[in-house]
């Protein structure tokens, strides 16, 4: 039967090469979207905030207050893009928004001390110390523009911050604040700088594509 109409056997294998063609085209589509989607998912610093979100619970459960309170301990990080630091995340223990993107210089606040020195670095505001003056000293003492100083939280107390390095180069810079003097004691300092060492070899695994 086939043998008297020839046409249709090429018209089948001609069906049967457009549909292979398709197919192929398809795959490699998808293959490539993958890629694309996995490189993304490689510049975003989102995954980020799960690491973040461990080192805020671990501390929460060393100090029994789970679940903690929102603005108890507020945990971001700042990546290094000299002479300006970042911020990569929105608050991790906050409601806190919009954040993201916010650049400061190197040379002043908390995370420009640490991203100079390569230091853990904390400090605390007296309890006492009405906020107008704790914005005073902040311009003053640690070289933080008026508007930046006044952008920061009235109810924080307590400061620390602990560089994220690769050798000797700090590559961005995590930052903690809290609500209460006293809060960075040294069982909790140390806690959060096991955190970050854990951090930092994540980043190593996950971004440095000379691992790969």
Known sequence: MLLDHPHRVQEGTLAVALVAVCFLGGLRIAQSRHRDAEEERARRPDELRGCLLVIHRAVAGMKGNLPP??????????????????????????????????????????????????????????????????????????????????????????????????????????????????????SVADLVVYGCEGLAAWIDERYDPSRS
């Open 69 to 186: 309170p929102e603005g108890w301990l507020r945990i971001t990080i700042h990546r290094v893009d000299a002479p300006h630091l970042e911020q990569m995340l929105e608050y991790v223990g906050s409601d806190d928004r919009g954040k993201v993107g916010r650049r400061f210089s190197i040379h002043a606040g908390l995370i420009g001390v640490v991203a100079r020195t390569g230091e853990m670095r904390g400090f605390e505001r007296p309890k006492d110390m009405p906020f107008s003056e704790w914005c005073d000293y902040l311009v003053d003492h640690h070289g933080m523009t008026r508007d930046d100083a006044k952008a920061t939280r009235e109810d924080r107390f307590a400061f620390l911050g602990v560089p994220i390095k690769k050798g000797a180069s700090v590559r961005a810079v995590v930052y903690l604040d809290a609500g209460e003097t006293g809060f960075f004691d040294k």
